[in-house]
């Protein structure tokens, strides 16, 4: 057996390509132990829900008068609610809503205002001006207040959530990011070659924000679960008998003392998953070098 010679090593050491962005990003990612830990959690939680129909052969929604209000046992393992549901079983089944409206209304949230923003940043002028003036009128109002009134008028439905929440959580963040590549020599050399703004966006402006996005949305997903659970617990969120964690605790806030398990239960899985959604945001930015104060995170 022969041995490479050096030059053959070097060669081939110089040859080989270096790793892509997501690579890096992942390998930059697994550095901080902190946004390792918050994501093990969502996906703890991501897991749970999908594997929901396995982990317990209870139906979340059926009703049992005569298994109301029953505490801790071998069936019941959290027990019962007023209306003789499984709690377990709701809990485990709510993470889907809770996961899938959240998930979805930060998608659409954050794509809107990534290209939103990044288009105010590349194109300046009264666009960039106008657009500030009515981000800063919709941010005046309380997040809250703003999707009740949107529900109110169009329905609780899942869609009318998600396009709510878009309306309302518009991020700017990512106004601030694009401002700081604009003014690089690739960016001007790409406007020079006369190329439209939608190519230089996603050619030379996203693909250099990536970090800043991805954080935003780890971040919005801790305030839209927050919020979506909030809509729910007032009773403009989840239709019963939905399970959902919000809901949950509505429903059984009277019957705290004699099933306290019934509310308890569903405001664990909550702050769990809320907890995973920070620690990420929070280990990803200081991985990434995304300072959350100076770009508004």
Not at 269 to 283: E, K, M, P, R, S
Request: proline share 6%; net charge neutral; charged share 15%.
């Amino acid at each position: 057996m022969t041995t490479p010679e050096p030059a053959a090593t070097a060669t081939a050491a110089v040859s080989a390509p270096p790793p892509g962005r997501a690579v890096r990003a992942w390998r930059t990612a697994r550095s901080s132990r902190t946004a390792l830990i918050g994501l093990a959690i969502i996906a703890v939680h991501v897991l749970i829900a999908l594997l929901a129909p396995l982990l317990t052969s209870w139906d979340p929604i059926a009703n049992d008068s005569a298994r109301a209000l029953l505490g801790p046992s071998w069936s019941h393992w959290a027990g019962t609610d007023q209306y003789g549901r499984d709690v377990l079983a709701r809990v485990l089944y709510g993470g889907r809503y809770a996961l899938g409206v959240s998930v979805a209304a930060t998608a659409v949230t954050v794509v809107l205002g990534t290209v939103v923003g990044c288009a105010a940043a590349l194109r300046g002028g009264w666009f960039d001006d106008v657009l500030g003036r009515v981000l800063d009128a919709v941010l005046s109002v309380p997040s809250i207040l703003a999707l009740l009134v949107i529900v109110t008028a169009l329905g609780t439905g899942p869609l009318v959530i998600v396009l709510a929440i878009a309306v309302v959580y518009v991020p700017q963040v990512v106004r601030g990011a694009a401002l700081a590549v604009v003014p690089h020599d690739y960016v001007t050399a790409a406007r020079a070659r006369g190329e439209s703004t939608w190519t230089v966006l996603r050619r030379e402006v996203l693909p250099n924000i990536t970090d800043v996005v991805c954080v935003e949305f780890a971040m919005r997903a801790s305030w839209v679960v927050l919020l979506i659970s909030s809509l729910s617990f007032l009773g403009f969120g989840a239709d019963p008998p939905t399970p959902d964690w919000g809901l949950m605790v509505a429903e059984n806030r009277t019957a705290i003392t004699v099933v306290p398990m019934a509310s308890l239960a569903p405001i664990v899985a909550l702050a769990t998953l809320v907890v995973g959604l920070n620690l990420a945001a929070d280990g990803l930015s200081k991985a990434w070098g995304v300072d959350r104060i100076r770009e508004g995170l």
